[in-house]
């Protein structure tokens, strides 16, 4: 099964309005990464955090992570139409190996109206 | 500096074929990831690669195979195709290793399976 399950599956939104995007992971982490994918693309590095970490910003985007309740949440702020996509979370396991495995997330579907 | 590039980004086999996608990575990027994704099964890891060897593989059948060339470029095989490997197939590279540094993903391939 995942390691990362994101929620909402979908989102739809108005433009200019703040989407909320929600990751919960099952076991013990060394970062988690947010990516955005859109449509039929490939995958774009959004931010890394690590677990020693409680929140990051970058732009529009705010990350935080809850090593407690093993749970991770994206925020992007004044939402644009260019921001509709999938939005996956990526959790890099302690414990599979010294190469641990990127372990992606089932990804939000955000739309933005507008 | 380019990105991860892909090759070819679509094409379309018959059930019992082989294919043989390509990977470059970046530029003095020395790890090579490869993910399968389909709307049933999500984004799954299939393989890494460092320095020409295998560090990493998922659990896909003896039928997905890969290698890496000295000068970091990869190329993933599937042979004896099935309906079922039909996907985008990504790429991804970073400089020392998926393990707690950024991956940066190229277009992928979108394979079809007739």
């Known amino acids: 099964s995942q390691q990362g399950e994101e929620d909402p599956q979908a989102l739809s939104i108005q433009e200019g309005e703040n989407a909320t995007m929600n990751c919960s992971y099952k076991t013990s982490i060394n970062n988690l990464q947010w990516y955005r994918q859109n449509s039929g693309r490939g995958l774009v590095h959004l931010i890394l955090i690590r677990s020693n970490e409680r929140e990051k910003h970058s732009g529009r985007l705010r990350v935080t992570l809850d090593t407690s309740k093993k749970s991770s949440s994206l925020l992007i702020t004044a939402s644009r139409a260019a921001d509709t996509a999938s939005y996956f979370c990526?959790?890099?396991?302690?414990?599979?190996?010294?190469?641990?495995?990127?372990?992606f997330g089932s990804g939000t579907r955000l739309s933005i109206r507008p | 500096k380019a990105g991860v590039t892909q090759t070819p980004r679509y094409l379309i086999k018959t059930r019992g074929q082989q294919v043989t996608l390509s990977c470059s990575p970046i530029?003095?990027?020395?790890?090579v990831s490869w993910y399968q994704q389909t709307p049933g099964q999500g984004l799954q890891f299939l393989f890494e690669?460092?320095?020409?060897?295998?560090?990493n593989k998922g659990n896909f059948p003896g039928r997905f195979s890969g290698r890496q060339f000295s000068n970091s470029r990869s190329e993933m095989n599937v042979s004896t195709l099935e309906l079922g490997d039909s996907a985008l197939y990504l790429c991804?590279?970073?400089?020392?290793?998926?393990?707690?540094?950024?991956?940066?993903f190229g277009e992928g391939s979108w394979l079809t399976v007739v």
């Open positions: 530029s003095g990027h020395r790890s």
């Open positions: 991804a590279s970073s400089l020392y290793g998926s393990t707690g540094n950024t991956i940066y």
């Open positions: 690669y460092f320095s020409e060897t295998q560090r």
């Open positions: 990526a959790t890099d396991a302690v414990g599979y190996s010294s190469a641990s495995k990127i372990i």
